[in-house]
């Protein structure tokens, strides 16, 4: 058996050309949609630090004092199984936009992309177009050259600057990171972190870019197991479009023998991964739709449908019904909002207190000068909330006991506080040796705060 398998078919080629990958600016529908929601969650980024809530700061990773505040709700490192639902939550809701839209995450809302094309547009207007700075590049060092240069990393440097600050500020109180870095007051640890988050923002979207999603990232590899042939992507048209060709907008492609695609190679220009969508699905691919735009600026000027390359599916390529209701993607939805729901209810339903009792060590009992068995505890309660409260601590299951200390207890916010307790009790009062009953713990301010605790009475 012989097979006909000619020689360029056996060449591999890269996902994009050698050399940098020089992004050309696009305006259009999909960029200017991408663009919004860049500007948006950037702004969200920055200004959320600053937003107050019942007098501190409304969001608050304090890591030193490991306590987590996000408004109204307050977590502490003993809360981090609510952690693990969020991730699962928002694993499925991941693997459901991936089936339902693919990469779309990573064109739109992903911090890597937002950074990376701010910097391309911060590149674009000090060094200009793409072929200004692709010749520019290539051009000796001049003070022209310099100067460019200059400005852009200092742009860069600036941007990588406000980034790590605004990323540290959700760890660190922000008015006094920002006292600390106007003072030059800041401590090393604060002032490591800073810089070291300046360096990596500065590297990852100014230098990595397009490595960091193609080679880093674990989402690009395990994103096609995703896929299917209802997944919405960006796809190119090859019945429609080959064979390409350039030609003049009068002439007939159909006399040519020529598809709608006139080889302008705007959609590579365009492409922060620096791919070429026409040559099929490639994991490299984000999503973004920026060659969409860019191939419906040319068909517009041609007078063609737009459309060439879409967002489509494999099985709309194929003429076939998109299912937009498959198996998969019901499963991954249903997932993703009952993960969603529990975390919800779980996190409503919360109790912000939590309290430990601790016995005596020295001895199980002790029998007072009256004759009477006395049991010393101590009650450890922790305030999870935002609000200094008060607490009254009662025990049921114990017959004529006497708790000895103040009716009320005042605990300040994320206080922990230690309460020696004894009881004292007639020892004929008890039926048994070994007594459980329970502390009954009670904000007074709030009193659908309570929390019991068990614990065990010994008698002689």
Known sequence: MKFNIKEEHLIIKPYKAEGGVYVREQKGFYQQVRRNIGWLLMMMFIAMPWVQFNGQQAILFDVVSQEFRIFAVTFWPQDFIFLAGVLMAAAFALFFITTWLGRVWCGYVCPQTIWTLAYVWIEHRTEGTRNQRIALDKAPWTMNKISRKSLKHICWLLMSLLTATTFISYFVPVGELYRGLFSFDLSGAVTFWVLFFAVCTHVNAGWMREHLCIH??????????????????????????????????????????LGDCVDCNLCVDVCPAGIDIRNGIQYECINCGLCIDACDQTMEKFNYAKGLISYTSEQALAGKETNRFNIKLVSYASLTLIFTALVVFAIDSRIPLEANVIRDRTALY??????????????????????PLHFKINVDGLASSEVKLDKKVLIGAGVMQEIPITLAIDGYELKKKITTFNFIIQAIEQPDIILQKSSVFFRN
């Open 216 to 257: 880093f990232c674990p989402y690009s590899r395990f994103q096609s197991a995703m896929f299917d042939k209802n997944t919405f992507m960006v796809a190119y048209d090859s019945k429609r479009g080959e064979n390409r060709a350039p030609r003049k907008r009068k002439d007939d492609p159909k006399a040519l023998g």
């Open 366 to 387: 002790r029998v007072n000068f009256e004759g009477v068995v006395e049991n010393t505890f101590t009650l450890k309660i922790l305030n999870k909330s935002q609000v």
